[in-house]
């Protein structure tokens, strides 16, 4: 590594005077990339802040992030996004903003895109305010393909959505709490890759959660439309049956589904269907996620958790294999959000690395986060694969290496 930069890469390399890792029996990946995090800032910094979210990110193996534009005042202008650059200058790794698609996510005015791609927007979203008019949706990704601007939508259907706080089934009826359809994703899954075609926009769904989904973004696929997916692990290894017990840090947007739509998930992992995993990390404070099913807030984090999870129950578990997971985690992102020099180790590239250990146990301790959240249902779980050293830029900035 040298300025930042890979200098070379191969079996055997001369390099005198260098600082030598040693990685002997370690697996040595290209940077992992989240696409979707919550960092709160500007605005919220009692949840997280853009430091103490770079830093989780690091302990997690990321060298870098994408932060929504759900903030308060929201990412819809040049300054805001500038102000979060500038904030992100501080961190340990690299976050990029997302910016707005519609003012203030109101789903109306258009953003300027020209002026937010200026400032440093690397995609745009109205994350979870979804846009709801067809025509408009037509209009911004019109807008999005004339300057090959990514957007990434969280599909919801606000009227099929109404109340709901978790997934329409027998748990929802059981505890006499609103349910979220399965059709409020899939309606607009199916809109925005009938807009993708149309339009040559490139959509990127967010974090699906239901079977019918996936077969809507396989169909697209095998069309050859402008449609690449994510998927959160909690989406993979939860389902609404964990709900009953586990009260709110199970509680998320879209919620928990049945056993058969976590299997299509997975079954479209294991295909290609879907391209990327993403945290959707979403911290919030104990006091707000103490309220109770009904009125707490969607969410949990993530990211000091994706990766060991994903090692221990889908590379362990041979659901894929450690190839593509991180490809998942790294070349793919990349390519996505058109970042030649991210997701490989190759000459050139930036020197951004992670290092795992896959014989590492870990035990999730939410007390033990560097994020300020610590709203996860993943509390207590013990998982065999972790990352153990991330590097950004050339820069450690986080170890814990196997002595």
Not at 91 to 102: D, G, K, M, S
Not at 171 to 200: M, Q
Not at 247 to 263: E, I, T
Not at 280 to 288: K, L
């Amino acid at each position: 590594m040298d300025g930042g930069k890979i200098a070379s890469a191969g079996g055997r390399i001369e390099a005198p005077g260098a600082d030598v890792i040693d990685a002997s029996g370690l697996v040595v990946a290209p940077g992992f990339i989240d696409m979707h995090v919550h960092l709160r800032e500007p605005g919220q910094a009692y949840k997280e802040t853009i430091i103490s979210g770079a830093r989780a990110a690091a302990r997690g193996g990321f060298t870098a992030v994408c932060a929504m534009p759900n903030t308060s005042p929201v990412n819809d202008s040049p300054e805001v996004t500038a102000w979060i650059r500038e904030a992100a200058a501080g961190a340990v790794i690299r976050v990029f903003p997302i910016a707005a698609l519609t003012r203030g996510q109101k789903g109306g005015e258009p953003v300027d895109f020209d002026a937010l791609l200026e400032a440093g927007a690397v995609a745009f979203s109205d994350d979870g305010r979804c846009i709801q008019d067809e025509d408009l949706m037509r209009r911004v990704l019109e807008a999005a393909r004339a300057r090959d601007a990514l957007v990434i939508d969280h599909c919801e259907d606000r009227a099929l959505f109404g109340d709901g706080v978790i997934n329409d089934g027998p748990i929802a009826r059981r505890l006499n709490l609103p349910g979220i359809p399965a059709a409020a994703e899939e309606a607009i899954v199916a809109r925005d890759i009938a807009l993708a075609g149309r339009t040559g926009g490139r959509v990127h769904l967010a974090h699906l959660s239901t079977k019918g989904s996936v077969e809507l973004v396989g169909e697209a696929k095998r069309r050859g439309l402008p449609v690449t997916a994510e998927v959160t692990p909690h989406h993979l290894l939860l389902t609404e049956d964990d709900v009953e017990a586990g009260g709110p840090n199970f509680k998320m947007n879209p919620p928990l589904r049945s056993a058969a739509d976590a299997a299509a998930l997975a079954a479209a992992v294991r295909d290609g269907i879907i391209d990327v995993f993403a945290t959707d990390h979403a911290p919030h404070a104990a006091a707000e996620k103490a309220a109770g099913l009904r009125d707490a807030p969607f969410g949990i984090v993530g990211l000091e958790t994706a990766i060991p999870l994903l090692l221990d129950r889908l590379v362990g578990r041979g659901v894929i294999s450690l190839l593509r997971f991180a490809a998942m985690g790294s070349l793919r992102p990349a390519e996505i959000l058109r970042w030649p020099d991210k997701g490989r180790l190759a000459p050139g590239a930036a020197a951004d690395v992670t290092i795992l250990d896959l014989e590492r146990t870990v035990t999730v301790d939410a007390a033990r986060f560097a994020s300020l959240g610590r709203n996860t249902p993943f509390d207590g779980w013990t998982l065999r694969g972790a990352p153990v050293m991330t590097i950004v830029g050339g820069r450690t900035v986080f170890s814990e290496m196997p002595c």
